[in-house]
T-cell receptor
Framework: SQQGEEDPQALSIQEGENATMNCSYK?????LQWYRQNSGRGLVHLIL?????REKHSGRLRVTLDTSKKSSSLLITASRAADTASYFC??????????FGQGTELSVKP | NAGVTQTPKFQVLKTGQSMTLQCAQD?????MYWYRQDPGMGLRLIYY???????DKGEVPNGYNVSRLNKREFSLRLESAAPSQTSVYFC????????????FGDGTRLSIL
């Protein structure tokens, strides 16, 4: 069964705008990870946030984690056309096995 | 470095045929994983290998077998392909340790007629 649910399923914005994607999960976790998938390619790891962390930044990415609400968000600031991709959250609660959400399809229009 | 390499990239099979999907990584990772990705379903874990010599079932193992041939290679076999196994298959690997990301190959697109 899918651990994570992502919201929205699809998001369309203009270049320069910010994009926010949300992820909810069901059980306790060791960490939560975000991945990007370009069309026809494999997943690329973006950022990992541990269960004892609340916020993490990497370049234009900001991830928050609220373990009390079992939710996370990924913010991409000043988006670019090259950010067009699907974004997946994945939770790790046992020995490195990941459980993925269904993904958010982001379209950034030039 | 090539990272995680999957072969073939595309394959069409007839129902009942068998096939082995190959995966190799050159990052000296201990753990390797096989997933399938279906539209609207995200990725689901089929089998994984925490270290050389060990394999374990994931969420959707039925109809599949795996072999961890050595530290580099982890193959996925469909003994008797069914249309429900039409999917995109991804292999991934990672360093041992809780807070380590997975590294993915570009997938094998498999159609079963």
């Amino acid at each position: 069964s899918q651990q994570g649910e992502e919201d929205p399923q699809a998001l369309s914005i203009q270049e320069g705008e910010n994009a926010t994607m949300n992820c909810s999960y069901k059980t306790s976790i060791n960490n939560l990870q975000w991945y990007r998938q370009n069309s026809g390619r494999g997943l690329v790891h973006l950022i990992l946030i541990r269960s004892n962390e609340r916020e993490k930044h990497s370049g234009r990415l900001r991830v928050t984690l609220d373990t009390s609400k079992k939710s996370s968000s990924l913010l991409i600031t000043a988006s670019r056309a090259a950010d067009t991709a699907s974004y997946f959250c994945a939770t790790n609660n046992q020995g490195g096995k990941l459980i993925f959400g269904q993904g958010t399809e982001l379209s950034v229009k030039p | 470095n090539a990272g995680v390499t999957q072969t073939p990239k595309f394959q069409v099979l007839k129902t009942g045929q068998s096939m082995t999907l190959q995966c190799a990584q050159d990052m000296n990772h201990n753990s390797m994983y096989w997933y399938r990705q279906d539209p609207g379903m995200g990725l689901r874990l089929i089998y994984y290998s925490a270290s050389e010599g060990t394999t374990d079932k994931g969420e959707v193992p039925n109809g599949y077998n795996v072999s961890r041939l050595n530290k580099r290679e982890f193959s996925l076999r469909l003994e008797s392909a069914a249309p429900s196994q039409t999917s995109v298959y991804f292999c991934a690997s990672r360093v041992t340790g809780d807070n380590q990301p997975q590294h993915f190959g570009d997938g094998t697109r498999l159609s079963i007629l």
